[in-house]
């Protein structure tokens, strides 16, 4: 498929990222669709007149004509949303970009991808979280550190990757042909060689203010986990997290003095329930399950043989066939009242045989061979 279609399509005035999305699952050609004639749009697709007359009249095909042109002399990669190297974790959520514009030298769906974000106007404090933080990450080129390039802790964080030997991707509210702010031209330009910039917008687009949360979107939709270091109540950093949250992502987020202002909103965050409290990078690990480093495993394959009650083997082994299960369908599975339920869980939990996830899941923390009592 040439790519001027995929582009045209993000041209068309009513049409956004799900609409999108519902055209192509329903099975279209993409070329097949911009060669309808008005009325058949209509009635194949069941969209408003207006968008069939947006999409028939194609008089958005010289910008992007301009924007093949554009991206060919810079040598950026449009990444198509069926693209193999499209990231994967975007992808999956409902209002991912149709297209995105990548210019850089490192894949987008490392092994683990975090997203840090947080105040523009970084405390000592949230400056020494957030250099503690990557350091302790030092040398770990399978993380990709994700960040929106913004004055503050965003830019700390691609600083602090750059300096730790860690990819790390930008994330833009407008086009490739400009860095904003300026005075990061030259954090962006040395990110070109351990990472890259990412952008759903086209060349010319302007860093516009109603921009930035639909790049937040992307942020958070890019990442296993978005790291909250320092935020105040209103801000990018909140909105970030709840976009995490609204896509079922881990959100975790650094406590501060309830004094401070720039604390407030990771405070808030923790205390309403929408973010895990970390202290530094053992604890996300920890959260994530990342922990189970070589040692770890080799340990577990030396522990002998389990000995359970008949009710903690029926719960161990439906979370061990299943990988991960919720208490949902734990009660639906098991017919227990929530209160025995809960018991059981918690005599796993404290022969460390299962692991509580975010969301009300647990995960077993071995396989293992149970000894029948």
């Known amino acids: 498929m040439k790519l001027i279609y995929p582009i045209a399509l993000t041209k068309i005035k009513g049409i956004g990222p799900r609409t999108a999305r519902s055209i192509i699952e329903q099975g279209h050609n993409l070329a097949d669709l911009f ?15 207006s968008i069939a007359e947006a999409i028939s009249n194609k008089s958005y095909m010289p910008a992007c004509e301009r924007e093949l042109a554009f991206i060919e002399k810079h040598q950026i990669q449009a990444l198509w949303l069926e693209d193999e190297n499209y990231p994967d974790r975007l992808r999956q959520c409902e209002d991912a970009p149709l297209v995105v514009y990548y210019k850089g030298n490192q894949p987008l769906n490392n092994t683990k991808v975090i997203s840090i974000v947080g105040t523009r106007h ?22 990709l550190i994700v960040s929106g390039l913004a004055y503050g802790i965003d830019a700390l964080a691609h600083r602090h990757a750059l300096k730790n030997n860690m990819p790390t991707v930008a994330v833009l509210g407008h086009g490739l042909d400009r860095i904003y702010p300026a005075s990061h031209r030259e954090l962006a330009t040395k990110m070109l060689d351990q990472g890259g910039l990412l952008t759903e917008f086209t060349s010319g687009t302007l860093p516009e203010r109603n921009n930035f949360p639909m790049r937040n979107r992307i942020i958070a939709g890019m990442a296993d986990v978005t790291i909250v270091v320092e935020a105040a109540i209103k801000g990018g950093a909140l909105i970030t997290a709840e976009m995490a949250n609204s896509y079922n992502r881990d959100v975790c987020a650094f406590p501060g003095s309830i004094y401070e202002k720039s604390s407030e909103g990771t405070n808030y965050l923790i205390k309403t329930n929408r973010a895990h409290l970390i202290r530094g990078l053992q604890d996300l690990e920890y959260l994530m399950n990342w922990e189970l480093s070589t040692k770890t495993i080799e340990k577990q394959l030396s522990l002998p043989l389990l000995t359970l009650t008949k009710d903690q083997e029926l719960l161990f082994t439906l979370i061990q066939q299943q990988g991960q299960l919720a208490i949902d369908h734990m009660i639906e599975f098991t017919k227990w009242p929530q209160s025995k339920l809960a018991l059981i869980l918690l005599e796993l939990e404290m022969q460390s045989l299962i692991h509580a996830l975010p969301g009300k899941r647990y995960k077993t923390l071995i396989q293992a061979e149970i000894r029948k009592n």
């Open 35 to 49: 060669a309808y004639p008005k009325k058949d749009l209509m009635q194949v697709l069941g969209i408003r007149e």
């Open 122 to 143: 970084a405390t000592h404090y949230g400056q020494k979280i957030c250099e503690d933080l990557l350091d302790a990450m030092n040398g770990n080129k399978d993380t």
